[in-house]
């Protein structure tokens, strides 16, 4: 049963696709245009899903070519390579609150107005395992793991929407998506820079390109050049051993064209499986708020927002990367550990915060907000890393900044207060949620 929830929970394509069917029956849609609308769901979440892997795997290819290239040393943030080892000691613990986190979610968005679903199954599983880990070492187990575990989860997936939704909805124009990506910190400092310091009056989407260079004015063809260019340099400055490893023995010069080229296709499959997704979900989604949960807003992972503005994208991850590279040479001398920039991070959420930012304070809002948004990301991971270590992790480290926020915060107030501290944490957050509804209603009283 365990392995039927955590394998459930681990296919976020299985969750939308479920949330798409619930609402279509609850329209009382034909046979026909249920199995539709179910079956694009799903079938534009693993298109999307396909893209990001592709990205993913491009980039994974770059992150130890830019460490030979520039003979690096030090931690790379990787969510994936900590739930690894998180899921041998607190699998079952994961699972569970992977499940019963959900239905907390559920309950919150009914009952409060905060009605975000959270709906990026893998952030789920990530923070899950997380709070299963550091609640075990604060001294939770059986019954009040579970149960303490689950209503922060829950608590996570309706708050961290709230705080971006001010910032997408900017952007989308109105309420009928958020962000389901657990960088509500670094996206809320990004936009909220580009606003203060920005020109939302000259947009990423307007720069002006010379008549001769008109092709840059194709997202595609711009993404695949700036991406050469990245590729080609620091595959030629690495170690050619070390590419040559990576490349199967394949000339450095094609693989490195070929990789970007990898890239660029993934970038442009996510936006095909996003477009074919959100047609489909969001009216299915109407069904399943209107009947289940009134005016329910789907979360979903961050790259739903890339169309929205392609070039921000791009500039939105270089001014991270650059961010990143100066909290490397930062760190050194603060006496933390060396965290290496992950390429993964800074691109997924350099490149969301890009487009937030852009709709807040135009090009250079993007620079300047996604400036910070890739030294906060870069850095936050080191504060992490000294919890991480003494659960036996001392090698990894998250890479978004939520995780490392709420492991930071929940494994302080454990160590300082034990689990009454932990339980004190909990009430003061339901309290805050549930206020919002007292709040709500004074409004319409008359005065």
Same mark, same amino acid.
């Given at each position: 049963m365990m392995n039927l929830?955590?394998?459930?929970?681990?296919?976020?394509?299985?969750?939308?696709?479920?949330?798409?069917?619930?609402?279509?029956?609850?329209?009382?849609?034909? %046979?026909?245009?249920?199995?539709?609308?179910?079956?694009?769901?799903?079938? $534009?979440?693993?298109?999307?899903?396909?893209?990001?892997?592709?990205?993913?795997?491009?980039?994974?290819?770059?992150?130890?070519?830019? =460490?030979?290239?520039?003979?690096?040393?030090?931690?790379?943030?990787?969510? =994936?390579?900590?739930?690894?080892?998180?899921?041998?000691?607190?699998?079952t613990s994961m699972a569970l609150i992977m499940a019963f986190g959900f239905i907390v979610n559920l309950l919150l968005a009914r009952f409060t107005p905060l009605k975000y679903i959270f709906l990026t199954g893998h952030h789920i599983l990530f923070m899950a395992g997380l709070l299963a880990a550091i609640l075990t070492v604060i001294g939770f187990n059986g019954f009040a793991l579970i149960a303490a575990g689950a209503i922060l989860l829950g608590l996570t997936m309706v708050i961290t929407p709230a705080l971006v939704q001010p910032f997408y909805r900017n952007v989308t124009g109105s309420d009928t998506v958020a962000m389901g990506h657990y960088n509500a910190l670094t996206y809320c400092l990004a936009a909220y820079l580009a606003k203060k310091f920005g020109d939302k009056s000259h947009s990423t989407e307007d720069v002006k390109v010379p008549k001769g260079l008109d092709f840059f004015r194709d997202n595609v063809?711009?993404?695949?050049?700036?991406?050469? @260019?990245?590729?080609?340099?620091?595959?030629?400055?690495?170690?050619?051993?070390?590419?040559?490893?990576?490349?199967?023995?394949?000339n450095i010069l094609i693989f490195a064209i070929i990789t970007a080229m990898q890239f660029t296709a993934g970038f442009v499959i996510v936006l095909?499986?996003? %477009?074919?997704?959100?047609? =489909?979900?969001? !009216?299915?989604?109407?069904?399943?708020?209107?009947?289940?949960? #009134?005016?329910?807003? !789907?979360?979903?992972?961050? #790259?739903?927002?890339?169309?929205?503005?392609?070039?921000a994208v791009i500039i939105g991850f270089l001014a991270s990367f650059i961010g990143?590279?100066?909290?490397?040479?930062?760190? #050194?001398?603060?006496?933390?550990?060396?965290?290496?920039?992950g390429m993964i991070p800074?691109?997924?959420?350099?490149?969301?915060?890009?487009?937030?930012?852009?709709?807040?304070? $135009?090009? %250079? $809002?993007?620079? @300047?907000?996604?400036?910070?948004?890739?030294? @906060?990301?870069?850095?936050? #991971?080191?504060?992490?890393?000294?919890?991480?270590g003494s659960l036996g992790y001392s090698n990894s480290t998250f890479g978004d900044a939520d995780f490392v926020f709420n492991g930071i915060l929940v494994g302080n107030i454990g160590k300082y207060t034990g689990q009454i501290g932990i339980w004190?944490?909990? @009430?003061?957050?339901?309290?805050?949620?549930?206020?919002?509804n007292f709040k709500k209603s004074s409004k319409k009283l008359p005065h």
């Open positions: 929830i955590f394998s459930f929970f681990n296919q976020p394509a299985f969750i939308v696709g479920l949330i798409a069917l619930i609402g279509l029956l609850s329209q009382k849609k034909n %046979r026909t245009q249920v199995i539709n609308g179910t079956s694009k769901t799903i079938i $534009g979440f693993l298109v999307f899903s396909i893209g990001s892997s592709a990205i993913a795997s491009a980039l994974g290819i770059l992150g130890p070519a830019f =460490e030979s290239a520039f003979n690096l040393q030090g931690v790379i943030p990787t969510n =994936e390579a900590v739930i690894a080892l998180v899921q041998d000691k607190f699998g063809i711009s993404t695949a050049i700036v991406m050469l @260019i990245i590729y080609i340099v620091t595959f030629l400055l690495a170690d050619p051993a070390a590419i040559d490893k990576m490349s199967g023995g394949q095909q499986g996003v %477009r074919m997704m959100l047609a =489909e979900i969001i !009216p299915a989604f109407k069904g399943f708020a209107d009947k289940i949960v #009134p005016n329910a807003i !789907p979360a979903l992972d961050c #790259p739903v927002i890339f169309p929205f503005a392609p070039n990143g590279i100066v909290s490397f040479l930062i760190l #050194p001398f603060t006496g933390l550990a060396l965290i290496i920039p800074l691109f997924f959420v350099g490149a969301a915060a890009g487009v937030l930012a852009n709709a807040q304070g $135009g090009l %250079r $809002g993007v620079l @300047i907000g996604c400036f910070f948004n890739g030294l @906060i990301l870069n850095t936050l #991971p080191a504060l992490l890393l000294p919890l991480l004190g944490l909990i @009430i003061i957050l339901l309290l805050i949620v549930f206020g919002l």
